[in-house]
């Protein structure tokens, strides 16, 4: 069974950055799309950044230029790379694989 598991949310403060990790397991993950999606409280879950398996990537607008999303297969992570963070990223983060498999979320707060 598939299993991902996100990384590195915390609590920063406006303009800093975080690193966020998903460490998937299964074989299917070098011919996966994956994404990062984030959810505020009340608000829906949305796109924020996916790579294919090719390495194609494509970006919320509201975090084009700030974020930047990568895998690596051979270590089956996929990261987020969030730089000039500012309070309305402040969300849960969730890893997702394909389109049947999410992980629990990694909290990430940024303080004005």
């Known amino acids: 069974q598939v299993q991902l598991v996100e990384s590195g949310g915390g609590l920063v403060q406006t303009g800093g950055s975080l690193r966020l990790s998903c460490a998937a397991s299964?074989?299917?993950?070098?011919?996966?799309?994956m994404g990062w999606y984030r959810e505020a409280p009340g608000k829906q879950r949305e796109l924020v950044a996916q790579?294919?398996?090719?390495?194609?990537?494509n970006y919320a607008d509201s975090v084009k230029g700030r974020f930047t999303i990568s895998r690596d297969n051979a270590k089956k992570t996929v990261y987020l790379q969030m730089n000039s963070l500012k309070p309305e990223d402040t969300a849960v983060y969730y890893c997702?694989?394909?389109?049947?498999?999410w992980g629990k979320g990694t909290l990430v707060t940024v303080s004005s």
């Open positions: 997702r694989m394909g389109i049947s498999y």
């Open positions: 299964g074989s299917i993950f070098s011919i996966t799309t």
């Open positions: 790579i294919s398996r090719n390495s194609n990537t």
